[in-house]
């Protein structure tokens, strides 16, 4: 059987902006350009606003050492990233794009297993995978492992009261995302938003997990710190209030929901960190 998608059929997707670092920005163009068993067609890179100027040089010469595989999209203000990866989509000239986040890694093998997936499950729209943490360059992992539901069913079950793909390592139909209009402004929430839209959509397509590591993401104590504000805590319980008007979850799930993200969300950040490591992660 012939293969519906190869490496031709994918761009990446990926962001920076001013305090994107470029030694890690150099570390995750690598990782999905050279080091990958499978080669894509185009990276395609938004700079939200201006940049540093070691960044932009970094880019440069990233730009020539993949020549005419990397295309830079320059945007004059910083728009957040949803805005951003909306602009980029509109470049993005292959049926298949692989999100990718500027300071993480990707594993070997990523493209060539979320190619078998696409080829082999029919009807997929979206397909993710299990991130590894790491905080010290060239150790991977620390042992931390965030892995997903990995059927459709069990993804819509588990979208109720989380976020039901790890964001750096989805790939997905172009067209699947812009059915429901892309990404959109939501806080830190513009993932959850966009796969909420995509599973409470009309569309045929279906979203699986595999339980493999994909991405290795730098963790540490200043990602748990993005999830520990009031502000944050307003955007989750206006997402928890989108889901109830479009019956995605019950009105006690509501209340559970809002519950257990308010108590989780107002704990100190060394706490927060304790508890995702011990109940929303595993050892590897």
Request: aromatic letters at 10%; a positive charge.
């Given at each position: ?21 470029a ?18 067609k185009?990276a ?53 794009v ?19 997936m ?80 995509i ?17 290795h ?63 929303l992660?595993?050892?590897?």
């Amino acid at each position: 059987m012939n293969k519906l998608y190869t490496g031709s059929d994918i761009t990446i997707l990926m962001s920076v902006y001013n305090n994107s670092k470029a030694k890690e920005v150099e570390s995750a163009v690598n990782s999905v350009l050279d080091e990958q068993s499978i080669k894509v067609k185009r990276a395609i890179i938004v700079l939200d606003g201006s940049i540093n100027k070691e960044l932009e040089d970094t880019l440069d010469e990233l730009s020539s050492r993949y020549h005419n595989t990397i295309q830079l999209i320059r945007l004059k203000n910083n728009v957040g990233l949803a805005t951003a990866l909306t602009e980029g989509l509109q470049y993005v000239d292959t049926r298949l794009v692989a999100r990718m986040d500027s300071d993480d890694i990707a594993v070997y093998s990523r493209f060539e297993t979320q190619l078998e997936m696409f080829n082999n499950i029919k009807n997929l729209g979206i397909a993710g995978g299990a991130i590894d943490e790491f905080t010290t360059e060239g150790m991977y992992s620390d042992g931390v492992v965030r892995k997903m539901p990995l059927s459709d069913k069990s993804i819509r079950k588990f979208a109720k009261f989380r976020s039901p793909f790890n964001h750096p390592t989805v790939m997905f139909l172009k067209k699947t995302v812009n059915s429901v209009g892309g990404y959109q402004k939501f806080g830190n929430l513009e993932d959850y938003y966009l796969w909420l839209r995509i599973l409470n959509s009309t569309t045929s397509n279906i979203s699986c997990n595999t339980d493999k590591v994909l991405v290795h993401m730098r963790g540490g104590e200043n990602m748990y710190s993005r999830r520990g504000n009031l502000k944050y805590l307003k955007k989750v319980i206006q997402l928890k209030r989108w889901m109830l008007k479009n019956d995605m979850i019950s009105f006690l799930e509501y209340i559970l929901g809002i519950t257990i993200n308010g108590i989780v969300i107002m704990m100190p950040n060394k706490l927060r960190t304790i508890f995702y490591h011990k109940f929303l992660r595993s050892k590897n």
